[in-house]
């Protein structure tokens, strides 16, 4: 039996959730060390308080592994900052417990002492899960560890709620609400190339962000911004959109995955900046429009295409639907978190 102790930041409960509560098979245990406190990914950086939070997760993480029969093999962590303090405790302690980062996101790499820390805490993890591949290269880089520690598996998500909005959605008509396009999110967000393509069109605009991601632009008449939704409302605004888009500021940073996919999966056509984070998803031109970076003239053209061809938007969004929920959902992933579990628990054996 392996014995994995898994950790999130989104994970409040010891129900087990994520990706391992869809792995098939007895000879895995897992065990849900929860989080408690709230992880705002939109954040650029971690505060020191939410730094805080991470090393006290980790801990208790770290000492839960158990002695005997009952010792874990392993941990499996999201996001950077959780993988990073068990790397230090596990090279502190010269523990050969394995260490799985999945979703590896980093964003942008470090110098100077974080950098340092970033260098000595991540040698000791034992496979980096990236949602995209460019992103391979430059951690691998980086950190000046070898580009075979590092695997791209596409991101997956939660598909339960897009479903129940797809059904409420099929209860209603959309008839005689005003067409509009949509923008949803803040990390990362190029909203003043969105602006300026959507201001020449006159067509109907909702950004929905935080304000620190339109602060130092202008909005039209013809733009809306809205913030503070639920995850619901955002699903059914996408729904009803006739236009989406997810415009990235930033080539190198994986950005927008989680809001284009849900789009995918909730049947549309999504238009989304051509960087790290988009060009492994989307095929240009079958299942969506990739639009190069910073081009607002590259975004009014592709605004207007789908904005005009009903035809065009709404087999593009069913091709996008049936790669999304075959590619893109935690059941499809798990098998692979799954193989990697047992190959991290052999070496390690």
Same mark, same amino acid.
């Given at each position: ?13 010891? +129900? ?9 098979? +007895? ?45 874990? +093999? ?73 580009? &075979? ?124 900046? +051509?960087? &790290? ?73």
């Amino acid at each position: 039996m392996i014995k994995c102790i898994v950790l999130t930041p989104f994970t409040h409960n010891s +129900n087990i959730g994520w990706i391992p509560k869809h792995i098939q098979g +007895n000879e895995l245990e897992f065990k849900v060390i929860p989080a408690g406190y709230h992880h705002d990914r939109s954040r650029v950086s971690s505060s020191f308080e939410q730094w805080f939070d991470f090393i006290k997760h980790a801990l208790r993480a770290w000492f839960s592994i158990g002695i005997g029969e009952n010792k874990a +093999n392993g941990f499996i962590t999201c996001f950077p900052q959780l993988p990073l303090i068990l790397g230090c405790l596990k090279r502190l302690t010269f523990s050969k417990r394995f260490i799985l980062a999945w979703t590896f996101n980093l964003g942008r790499t470090y110098g100077g002492v974080k950098g340092k820390i970033a260098k000595f805490g991540f040698k000791a993890v034992d496979k980096f899960i990236v949602h995209s591949r460019d992103e391979i290269e430059i951690y691998s880089n980086w950190l000046n560890i070898p580009a &075979s520690r590092f695997e791209f598996v596409p991101l997956a998500v939660q598909a339960d709620s897009i479903d129940d909005v797809l059904v409420e959605h099929q209860r209603k008509s959309a008839e005689g609400i005003e067409p509009y396009v949509l923008s949803l999110g803040t990390a990362n967000r190029d909203y003043s190339s969105l602006v300026k393509a959507i201001k020449k069109t006159g067509y109907k605009t909702i950004i929905v962000a935080g304000q620190s991601a339109v602060s130092d632009i202008q909005l039209p008449a013809n733009v809306e911004l809205m913030s503070g939704l639920s995850l619901k409302e955002c699903h059914k605004l996408a729904l009803k959109a006739v236009v989406n888009v997810v415009p990235i500021k930033d080539k190198d940073a994986p950005s927008g995955q989680v809001t284009f996919i849900e789009g995918m999966m909730l049947g549309r056509a999504m238009i989304v900046s +051509n960087c &790290s984070g988009s060009k492994d998803y989307i095929e240009s031109g079958r299942d969506g429009l990739l639009v190069e970076v910073g081009s607002a003239s590259d975004l009014e053209k592709a605004i207007k295409q789908f904005w005009e061809n009903k035809e065009l938007r709404v087999d593009m969004g069913k091709k996008a639907k049936a790669k999304a929920l075959q590619c893109y959902r935690f059941e499809s992933v798990a098998p692979t978190m799954r193989r990697f579990i047992f190959e991290l628990a052999n070496e390690k054996a």
